[in-house]
């Protein structure tokens, strides 16, 4: 996120701070008011449970995101945020849980490893799906 000057943002930069009376959140940054995330209190057994309202939308999340575009929900309808996997090709997908498999089922040498407290079988079909991705290519 960047601020009024330009600068990047940080979820790290901000306090957030509860006040009594309506519910609501205020972000501070540096000591001066950012932003004010109102909260709605939703009865759940032996107690309440804080939810936040997304300031864009409206809607009842247990998250709001700092991201380049504002302060909102991971909603599609508000920030419009999707998935890394749905940006990159099936190519480069492979390409990722390909790594991911070498790191998870290989040693430094190469050679295939069963890591601690994983099930046979569960190591056998991660073998065989890294054997298909290498036949790819």
């Known amino acids: 996120m960047r601020g009024e000057g330009g600068e990047e943002l940080t979820a790290a930069d901000f306090e957030g701070y509860y006040h009594g009376g309506p519910p609501r959140l205020e972000l501070h940054k540096a000591g001066e008011l950012y932003a004010v995330v109102r909260l709605a209190l939703l009865p759940v057994f032996n107690g309440v449970r804080p939810l936040l309202i997304c300031p864009r939308c409206g809607a009842r999340r247990g998250v709001i995101v700092l ?7 991971r909603g599609r309808e508000c920030l419009n945020l999707t998935w890394r996997s749905t940006r990159q090709t099936s190519q480069e997908r ?44």
Do not use: N, T
């Open 67 to 73: 991201h380049s575009s504002g302060i909102g929900c």
């Open 94 to 137: 492979r390409q990722l849980r390909r790594e991911y498999l070498e790191e998870l089922l290989l040693d430094d040498g190469g050679d295939p490893r069963r890591p601690h407290r994983m099930r046979v079988k569960v190591y056998e079909a991660l073998v065989d799906e890294l054997f298909e991705l290498e036949a790819w290519g």
